[in-house]
Structure formats: structure tokens, C-alpha cells
């Protein structure tokens, strides 16, 4: 019976509170993170080759409130750092890789930005009526790596009223182009694979 318990502990991934993930791996498991840091305000992700802590290589600086969540590309060449706290909101940083576990951030990226001017020209609304909390998290990576669906919620006050709110928006950040894309026909691109030597 213990045996069976530490196995449990093994698989149960380890986290800090919530549904935050304290390490993990990248969709290949040849990057490894690990949040770092006991500063109540401020935690540090640092990533390091597959067994290899040593050679760990600071990504950040983050919040860590209980939403933070990195996610990996799947060919491990871009990472989205998804965090903040339930009433300052949460945003989404981009990193691209230089080398190895090396990654530089994509400061002019502003994924959250674009998104909320984008759902909010969609209605007729101005920037200057924007959101007061706003939400973005990562939904899902396409394959090849090149778009990343994502989900917008939020509220916008007026004088302490909230006549503004954005229940789910969606859409697809194209990582080449630096913006949403909404042209599905290019998402898809390389999902349908014809291989004639296929047999049943």
C-alpha cells in the first residue's frame, strides 16, 4: 500500500495552489520548467534541458498569484507564459527560442491588447471603452506551431457600473505574422495529408 501511495505522489504533478502548475515539460519533454522564488509577489520560470537542472536558464519574472501556466509550441520554439491575479486580470506573454532552453521575450507582441481591440471593434466599441478586468488564456496550439487559439472574457466599468462585458471571444494569434488571423483556410493549412502508399 505504500508503494502504491508514493507511486500516486509521483504521477500527481507538483503544483503551488489551485490549478497551478509548479514544473512541467514541454509537449516533447526536452525543455523542463520550474517556478521559482518564495516572494509572496514575485516568482521567477526557469528552464532546463530534458535531466538536466543544472543547466537551468532563468525565462522571468511572474506573479504566480494561482493562474500562471506556461505553454509550449509543439515543436518547443515558442512559449506563452499565461499569469496574473483574479482582479488585475490575466495577460499573456510571448517568448521566442534563441537557443537551446535560451528564450528572448516578444515584447511588441501584446496579444492581449490585440485581442480585446479587435472583439471590441467587433461591436462598435471604442478602445477608449475598454476593459477594466481582462482574461485571455491559452485554448489550444495548432500542430505546427504557427497559431495559437485563444479565449478573451472581461468587464468594462463606467463610473463604477459595468454596462461592458465580453463573455467568450475567440481567436487565432498567428505567431509568423505577429496578429489574429480569422483566415481558416490558412489555419488548416498541412492538416490533410495524402499519402497514396497508405493502405487499408
Known amino acids: 500500500?505504500?508503494?502504491?501511495?508514493?507511486?500516486?505522489?509521483?504521477?500527481?504533478?507538483?503544483?503551488?495552489?489551485?490549478?497551478?502548475?509548479?514544473?512541467?515539460?514541454?509537449?516533447?519533454?526536452?525543455?523542463?520548467?520550474?517556478?521559482?522564488?518564495?516572494?509572496?509577489?514575485?516568482?521567477?520560470?526557469?528552464?532546463?534541458?530534458?535531466?538536466?537542472?543544472?543547466?537551468?536558464?532563468?525565462?522571468?519574472?511572474?506573479?504566480?498569484?494561482?493562474?500562471?501556466?506556461?505553454?509550449?509550441?509543439?515543436?518547443?520554439?515558442?512559449?506563452?507564459?499565461?499569469?496574473?491575479?483574479?482582479?488585475?486580470?490575466?495577460?499573456?506573454?510571448?517568448?521566442?527560442?534563441?537557443?537551446?532552453?535560451?528564450?528572448?521575450e516578444i515584447k511588441d507582441a501584446n496579444i492581449g491588447d490585440k485581442a480585446e481591440h479587435i472583439a471590441l471593434a467587433q461591436a462598435g466599441v471604442p478602445d477608449e471603452e475598454g476593459l477594466d478586468h481582462r482574461y485571455i488564456r491559452v485554448e489550444y496550439w495548432t500542430d505546427d506551431s504557427r497559431f495559437v487559439l485563444v479565449r478573451l472574457y472581461g468587464a468594462g466599468s463606467n463610473q463604477g457600473k459595468y454596462p461592458l462585458s465580453v463573455a467568450a471571444w475567440y481567436g487565432f494569434y498567428d505567431l509568423g505574422k505577429g496578429d489574429f488571423t480569422f483566415d481558416f483556410r490558412k489555419i488548416n493549412e498541412g492538416s490533410v495529408v495524402k499519402n497514396p502508399k497508405q493502405t487499408q
Not at 504533478?13 to 515539460?25: A, I, M, S, T, V
Not at 520550474?34 to 543544472?54: C, F, Q
Open 1 to 104: 500500500m505504500k508503494l502504491l501511495y508514493s507511486l500516486f505522489l509521483l504521477l500527481v504533478p507538483l503544483r503551488l495552489w489551485g490549478d497551478q502548475f509548479n514544473e512541467g515539460d514541454s509537449p516533447s519533454h526536452k525543455i523542463h520548467f520550474e517556478v521559482r522564488g518564495k516572494d509572496e509577489n514575485s516568482k521567477e520560470i526557469w528552464l532546463s534541458p530534458e535531466n538536466h537542472k543544472e543547466k537551468a536558464v532563468k525565462l522571468c519574472e511572474t506573479e504566480a498569484w494561482g493562474n500562471l501556466e506556461v505553454h509550449f509550441s509543439s515543436d518547443d520554439f515558442w512559449i506563452i507564459v499565461q499569469d496574473g491575479g483574479a482582479s488585475l486580470g490575466i495577460d499573456l506573454t510571448l517568448f521566442q527560442r534563441v537557443k537551446g532552453v535560451t528564450f528572448k
